[in-house]
């Protein structure tokens, strides 16, 4: 039974049926016509479903009074999903049911109502295993999706239907019951919307790194601001669960757009965050054999931009120990790369700032990140291989001196991971190279490419700054890389903080706690961080340094003194304060309306001049208008230009802050690890003091024990001896009762045996008389029996006997006639031989016969033969006679020669002939011979035949005879 269902136009009114019965609908969202019938025919309990479902569904959007509550929309939702698993109309329900939704959606939601989003997101959370990902890529994610991954004021709930939405949409398994073709084509479309994805976090999501994305950003209001972070942050939040959920697809597609240059500063970032993940080392190894790691390789080993290097060495620097610990042999492959990398960073090149008269008055050029501004002649990157397709990235930011990346972390990773080759690449690196066959990326032999005086004295300070690694006596570097690794059975918390203590300083501190009693007087002293951070940390120290959160309910939090928490004491050491600190970001994480008082210089309102904002219409246009494709940035923010000495301003607080929140990120990571290497450690030390008041107990109670010991041998030894006398006299007086025991024994046993006997001579007396009265019953029974049996069958015996006779005479018979078969079956092959032998000897005649006729034949021809040669012979004798009369001397020699010629062939032919004479008078022998042989068997065969036969004549009378 079937009912029809009339979906609804986008805009909300009724619209044509539309057949999306089984076999004719398209799952990416597309309808084929059935002609005039083209309803959607469903089963009654589906329709049902779909219709209660929907209707619940508007109650709740519409806010009605009657609606029911949330969690029972989405328990209504779930029930629906588990009921339609083992539909077989399920391809019909879920069209239907997209229609359905799209009509409210369209009907009943209101785009500025934020409680409309959470049930109907929810519900589309909740039916995402049955909707296909088509639907939810070419309908949903335009519609709901895109606008409440951008609104921040949306629920939590809320956004993570949505993220959770647009990483189903993404599932290509959806379709494994499909053709091979349509799976193709379906996952081609999850492909493109991956790359789409990506492409709006890179090109519409806000870049820090762009100058006129910062510059848009401080001409917007609060609630924009506001927008485009939250896009931002949704946009990597949903990026980074697909690479974590699928990380092949994810990081093929970073892999693809890390070609573009300009792409690779916001691609990093978001490799940061995602190898941040507590969920990431168990997919590490996937990236350890991936492309993109290689490709990361070569943008250390290439690009001059050092922010770049920076963000970049800090994901190296966090997937160091994860792959140690996930991916151990592929990590081995990269060691090469891997020093390569640290004499590049060491060796790094710093950028100066560009003199007033070399900037280009033209304010579009100084937002090129591609151009090489400020950059020594001696910054060079060699050439790169041809077959290697890199495409330079020189400079990021447009502005002052940029400090280079800093290698001490790095190298002390790469230090604690493989000390020994670290130590001989740094020691001689062309060499290292050499004897390591390393793939050379450059096109230039290496001595151009390492400088060893400058990488040399570049390391210096950094070997001085780290603690001898035990390994650098045990083994070599090629036994390094050969044997099983020290660190095979740590895990990453452990690698990292071991890390840690090969630095000096962290070293030094360890070794002051564990000699309290050393410890110098003076306060901790944080130790400052190398890098780039430390300029822009010494600009704000003014700013947010001394903020002390005395009453933090209220709506301001003013410093009331100049007090700031890093000075300097008397040793020249800066000194922190480390309650100015936790006061500071207690009240930056409050969210209380906090007021920084004494702001630095550099974030002054000069920099940011007064410039024109869009029109409120253009605002509200777009607030209100989802965009469709990925937006193009506009060229000029404003109609005033922007001086240059603000953009380079601005770049430089660009790079600080990525660099801070780089930083800021490397050290949540290593917070995160140090902090599961401490729970561990804490639980080994809890472990080890219960184990050493277990064993201080133990000690107490040996003592104790050995003390009861003693005392209890000495009472053992009194006991022992009276235990000793009396078993003396125990012992006689024990032989005394035994002898007396065993004599009375003795005569009991005498006359238990005699008794025994006599008791057995009688028993065995009645039972043999009685045994031969029975005997001697039966025998006379059987004699009687065996009378009676011979009497009967005497008559039979007589019989017995003619049948012996009888069968010896029948036995006789057929031995003779088998003797008679056997010399008639012999006779009988033995003619059948011979007759095969005549017939064999027919043939072989027939054959030499036909062989004499055909030498006969070729004798004659020979004969033929040899005439016409004797007479050719006679010819050429004439002609040569002739010839003498009339020809010189050299026809003489040429006549003569061709009769030596004529004589060798006629001698030739001669022996020819003789040889066929002699072969024919052979064959005229063998002939004859065979000849009289045949005529010889031919006798034998039928003298044989009648003796046989006259002997076989006499024998069968005999037996004949013998019958009657």
């Not at 639907?135 to 994610?141: A, R």
């Not at 003194?561 to 100015?580: E, F």
Request: with cysteine.
């Amino acid at each position: 039974m079937f009912i029809f269902v009339t979906g609804y136009s986008p805009s909300g009114s009724p619209r044509s049926p539309t057949a999306v019965a089984w076999g004719v609908t398209d799952l990416g969202g597309g309808e084929l016509p059935m002609g005039a019938n083209s309803r959607l025919q469903l089963p009654v309990q589906a329709a049902m479903d779909v219709s209660q479902l929907c209707r619940t569904l508007r109650l709740v959007l519409e806010s009605a009074s009657d609606a029911p509550s949330l969690e029972d929309l989405l328990k209504q939702a779930d029930s629906f999903v588990q009921g339609l698993q083992s539909s077989p109309n399920r391809v019909a329900t879920v069209a239907a049911l997209e229609d359905e939704l799209q009509a409210i959606y369209d009907s009943i939601i209101d785009y500025a109502s934020l409680t409309q989003a959470e049930p109907f997101l929810g519900v589309l959370y909740r039916l995402r295993t049955i909707l296909p990902p088509s639907s939810l890529i070419s309908t949903w994610f335009e519609l709901a999706l895109r606008p409440a991954l951008r609104e921040p004021r949306l629920s939590t709930p809320c956004v993570e239907y949505a993220k959770g939405l647009t990483v189903a949409a993404l599932d290509v398994n959806y379709y494994a019951d499909e053709s091979e073709e349509e799976r193709e084509k379906q996952r081609e479309k999850v492909s493109g919307f991956r790359r789409r994805l990506m492409e709006l976090y890179l090109l519409d999501a806000l870049n820090e790194s762009s100058g006129d994305d910062v510059l848009e950003w401080a001409t917007l209001g609060a609630e924009q601001r506001e927008r485009k972070s939250c896009w931002k942050a949704n946009l990597e939040d949903v990026l980074i669960r697909v690479g974590l959920e699928r990380p092949v697809d994810f990081l093929t597609e970073v892999f693809h757009c890390f070609t573009v240059p300009s792409s690779r500063l916001q691609l990093l970032i978001l490799l940061n965050s995602y190898t941040s993940q507590p969920k990431f080392p168990d997919i590490a190894a996937v990236l350890a054999s991936h492309i993109l790691t290689t490709t990361i390789l070569h943008s250390l080993l290439f690009d001059n931009s050092s922010t770049v290097a920076i963000v970049a060495l800090t994901v190296v620097t966090k997937l160091l120990p994860i792959f140690a610990v996930k991916a151990t042999e592929q990590l081995e492959r990269y060691v090469p790369l891997l020093v390569l990398v640290l004499a590049r960073i060491v060796c790094w090149r710093e950028r100066q700032a560009p003199t007033p008269s070399e900037a280009s008055p033209d304010a579009d050029s100084g937002r090129n990140s591609d151009v090489e501004e400020g950059l020594p002649a001696s910054a060079y990157t060699p050439p790169i291989r041809e077959d290697i397709k890199w495409e330079l990235l020189e400079q990021t930011f447009v502005g002052g001196t940029s400090s280079s990346p800093s290698p001490r972390r790095y190298f002390t990773t790469l230090y604690y991971l493989y000390p020994c080759n670290t130590i001989r690449f740094l020691r001689h690196p062309i060499k290292y190279v050499t004897d390591f066959n390393c793939d050379n990326p450059y096109a230039v032999d290496w001595e151009e490419v390492l400088d060893e005086p400058q990488i040399r004295s570049k390391s210096e300070p950094l070997m001085r700054g780290h603690v001898l690694h035990p390994l650098l006596i045990w083994r070599g570097a090629a036994e390094e890389l050969s044997q099983p690794h020290f660190w095979a059975d740590y895990d990453i918390a452990r690698i990292l903080g071991e890390c840690t203590m090969l630095d000096v300083r962290n070293a030094a501190l360890g070794m002051q706690q564990r000699a309290p009693a050393v410890v110098s007087p003076d306060p901790p002293v944080l130790p400052t961080s190398p890098g780039p951070t430390r300029s822009f940390a010494d600009s704000l120290s003014a700013s947010v340094a001394s903020s002390e959160v005395s009453t933090l309910s209220s709506s301001t939090i003013r410093n009331e003194g100049r007090s700031t928490p890093i000075s300097t004491s008397a040793r020249g050491r800066p000194r922190v304060s480390l309650q100015d600190m936790i006061a500071t970001s207690v009240a930056l994480k409050s969210g209380l309306d906090v007021e920084i008082v004494h702001p630095s210089a550099s974030w002054s309102s000069e920099v940011f001049p007064p410039v024109r904002s869009r029109s409120p219409s253009r605002e509200l246009l777009e607030e209100e208008e989802p965009a469709e494709t990925t937006p193009e940035r506009s060229n000029s923010v404003g109609v005033v230009e922007v001086p240059l000495h603000v953009r380079q301003a601005l770049a430089g607080l660009q790079r600080e802050v990525l660099l801070l929140r780089n930083e800021l990120n490397l050290e949540l990571w290593s917070a995160r690890e140090n902090v599961k290497h401490i729970g561990r450690l804490y639980q080994d030390q809890v472990l080890s003091k219960t184990e050493e008041a277990e064993r201080q107990g133990l000690r107490n109670k040996l003592r104790d024990y050995k003390t009861e010991v003693v005392r209890l041998q000495r009472v053992l030894k009194e006991h022992k001896d009276q235990s000793n006398a009396v078993k003396s006299q125990w012992q006689d007086y024990v032989k005394e009762a035994q002898k007396k025991l065993k004599e009375l024994r003795n005569e009991k046993t005498e006359w238990m045996i005699e008794a025994a006997t006599m008791r057995a001579a009688d028993k065995e007396a009645k039972e043999t008389f009685a045994a031969q009265g029975k005997l001697l019953e039966e025998a006379l029974q059987r004699v009687f029996q065996l009378e009676t049996e011979i009497k009967e069958n005497a008559p039979k015996v007589e019989r017995l006997h003619d049948y012996e006779r009888q069968i010896d005479q029948m036995i006789t018979l057929q031995r003779l006639w088998e003797l008679d078969v056997r010399k008639l079956n012999d006779q009988t092959e033995y003619l059948q031989i011979l007759n095969s032998r005549y017939r064999k000897m027919e043939l072989r005649l027939d054959t030499y016969e036909k062989t004499h006729t055909d030498l006969t034949r070729i004798l004659e021809e020979q004969r033929r033969r040899m005439r016409s040669l004797e007479s050719q012979l006679t010819a050429r004798e004439k002609q040569l006679q002739s010839a003498r009369k009339a020809s010189d001397l050299e026809r003489l020699s040429s006549v003569s020669a061709q009769i030596k010629q004529v004589s060798a062939v006629k001698e030739r032919l001669r022996e020819e002939n003789n040889d066929l004479r002699d072969e024919i008078e052979e064959l005229k022998a063998m002939v004859d011979t065979l000849r009289a042989e045949v005529s010889g068997r031919q006798g034998l065969i039928g003298s044989g035949r009648s003796s046989r036969s006259g002997s076989g004549v006499g024998q069968v009378g005999d037996v004949s005879a013998t019958t009657t």
